[in-house]
């Protein structure tokens, strides 16, 4: 099957955090690749990637990237494909990473999660697809269901729990 959501990181090292996204794509069945590569190590491989993502499938990109966190900025840089970017916690907290793929410059837009993210990427990456899809449309509702469900039956299960205060 011909992947829509490419993930990248700039690191092996990033593969705890970004495989939180492949898990998400797994479980709505969309069909994904992964890779490393780097904005400084390898910027000729990033540059072929980039360019020819479209004409492999590939609709959404989501990128995860520490530190200077350029991979995600260059990437949009060299194609109109979206690109998520997944800030990675290597050094600062994680926020010189956040603040490097969020400060783009105007017609370079990177839509960022949260800090170590990938899990919010991968789902943002479904609503992307899903507005040309149904399937994936409607797994993204029994998702979003499945949330409500949850936060229901904890507060059901929290009334459950009596308090009781002692006066000496």
């Given at each position: 099957m011909t992947p829509k959501v490419s993930i990248i990181m700039g690191s092996t090292?990033?593969?705890p955090i970004m495989?939180?996204?492949?898990?998400?794509?797994?479980?709505?069945?969309?069909?994904f690749e992964i890779?490393?590569?780097?904005?400084?190590?390898?910027?000729?491989?990033?540059e072929e990637f980039a360019q020819n993502a479209y004409d492999k499938g590939i609709r959404v990109i989501i990128a995860g990237a520490g530190m200077a966190a350029h991979l995600p900025g260059v990437i949009a840089a060299l194609t109109p494909i979206p690109v998520i970017g997944?800030?990675?916690n290597a050094s600062l907290d994680g926020?010189?990473?956040?603040?490097s793929i969020m400060q783009m410059p105007p017609g370079i837009p990177v839509a960022t999660v949260s800090i170590n993210g990938a899990k919010n990427a991968g789902i943002l990456?479904?609503?992307?697809?899903?507005?040309d899809n149904?399937?994936?449309?409607?797994?993204?509702?029994?998702?979003?269901?499945?949330?409500?469900?949850?936060?229901?039956?904890?507060?059901?299960?929290?009334?459950?729990?009596?308090?009781e205060y002692k006066t000496n």
């Open positions: 090292s990033d593969l495989e939180k996204a492949a898990q998400v794509l797994d479980e709505f069945k969309i069909p890779n490393a590569l780097s904005a400084h190590r390898t910027p000729e491989k990033v997944v800030p990675i926020l010189d990473a956040a603040l990456a479904a609503q992307i697809l899903a507005t149904k399937e994936i449309f409607e797994a993204t509702v029994a998702y979003k269901a499945d949330l409500k469900q949850k936060i229901v039956k904890a507060n059901e299960e929290l009334a459950k729990i009596k308090y």
